[in-house]
């Protein structure tokens, strides 16, 4: 899902600025910066808007490997959490780097046919590198049942 295809899919996303940066096989890099739209009342990016980047930049690489895969497999989330260690201000870039994990993860669905799942970890830092918050996103992934 490239930007253009997030304004339909995620509009509150694409609403409060959340651009997908890059992405390839094993690595997906989203940016949202810190605005008027986007902020909380302490004059920083609200922790929603960094939750909707951070969960992109895993997301997205999965259900990209999930439709290269060729394979039919629902994917979930099914638990997060996340630590705030600086004030959010400026361009904050969010990063997914472990695309070898997810393809394990696919791999695992497929051959034992159960369902899997994974912690996926994104770091948001700021443009100094220095990073504002941390998540980590439960995914789980099944093998649809042919009917």
């Keep these: 899902m490239r930007n253009t295809l997030s304004f339909f899919a995620l509009p509150a996303a694409w609403i409060c600025g959340v651009r997908v940066d890059s992405l390839n096989e094993d690595k997906c890099v989203v940016r949202v910066k810190h605005r008027w739209i ?17 969960e992109m930049a895993g997301g997205l690489l999965l259900m990209n490997k999930i439709n290269k895969s060729g394979q039919s497999i629902a994917m979930l989330l099914v638990g997060s959490s996340s630590v705030f260690t600086k004030k959010a201000t400026g361009k904050i870039l969010f990063t997914y ?16 046919k159960l369902p899997q799942t994974i912690t996926i970890k994104t770091k948001g830092a700021n ?16 093998l649809r049942s042919k009917r």
Aim: proline share 2%; charged share 25%.
């Design 97 to 112: 780097d472990q695309g070898e994990d997810l393809d394990k993860l696919i791999i695992d669905a497929v051959t034992t």
């Design 38 to 54: 986007n902020q909380n009342p302490f004059k920083s990016l609200f922790w929603a808007v960094q939750g909707m980047a951070a």
């Design 127 to 142: 443009e100094k590198g220095d990073v504002v918050s941390e998540f980590s996103f439960d995914w789980s992934i099944k």
